[in-house]
């Protein structure tokens, strides 16, 4: 169960297949990163196929334990969210 949602803004390109996935749940602001509408706008095999989209890995996804569930196995660099880093719960 995908409980919350980590967009990495030092990470993401801009490229918004995250956004013509899951239009409800993605956007991109004004300096073209995206960030996070409606973290429950999309079901979960939405959300992990928008973030499976995204070319350079930029959204990660946790389970209700704080579980990595996306990417699974990939190294991330700095995987702790900073303050200007999207972040949203799921219900």
């Known amino acids: 169960m995908i409980k919350k949602i980590v967009i990495k803004r030092n990470v993401c390109i801009g490229a918004a297949p995250c956004v013509a ?5 993605f956007q991109l602001d004004e300096e073209g990163k995206a960030y996070i509408v409606d973290p429950n706008a999309a079901d979960e095999d939405t959300i992990l196929m928008a973030a499976e989209s995204c070319p350079v890995l930029a959204i990660l ?16 660099e700095n995987e702790t969210p900073e303050e ?8």
């Open 21 to 25: 996935v899951a239009p409800g749940v």
């Open 61 to 76: 996804l946790y389970d209700e334990n704080g579980n990595r569930v996306y990417p699974k196995g990939a190294k991330i």
């Open 84 to 91: 200007k880093d999207p972040v949203a719960e799921r219900k």
